[in-house]
């Protein structure tokens, strides 16, 4: 975990559609596909996107699952106030 958190990630404004659905796939099948949780996968693609990226992989988690990324977040975590995304 110490590896993800602490690699730089890239901040520009690009979106990379193709990774924002991979990523939202990899949260679901870590996250509410299964018993328990994954953290590694949250804890990876949270930190290593960009603010940019993050929004389409909670919109491409909204349209394919049906739910709210940021619900879900809020749900696993008492932080949900620092929710890295602007959208719902």
Do not use: W
């Not at 328990?36 to 930190?47: A, L, N, Q, Y």
């Not at 699952?65 to 809020?74: D, M, R, T």
Request: charged residues 20%; glycine residues 4%; contains cysteine.
């Amino acid at each position: 975990l110490l590896a993800c958190i602490s690699t730089m990630h890239y901040e520009g404004p690009e979106v990379d559609q193709v990774m924002a659905k991979a990523n939202a796939k990899s949260l679901y099948k870590a996250g509410e596909k299964k018993l328990g949780t994954d953290e590694k996968i949250f804890i990876c693609i949270f930190s290593k996107r960009s603010r940019p990226q993050l929004a389409p992989i909670s919109s491409v988690y909204q349209s394919k699952y049906g739910k709210s990324l940021k619900k879900f977040y809020c749900f696993l975590s008492s932080f949900c106030l620092s929710f890295p995304m602007s959208v719902h």
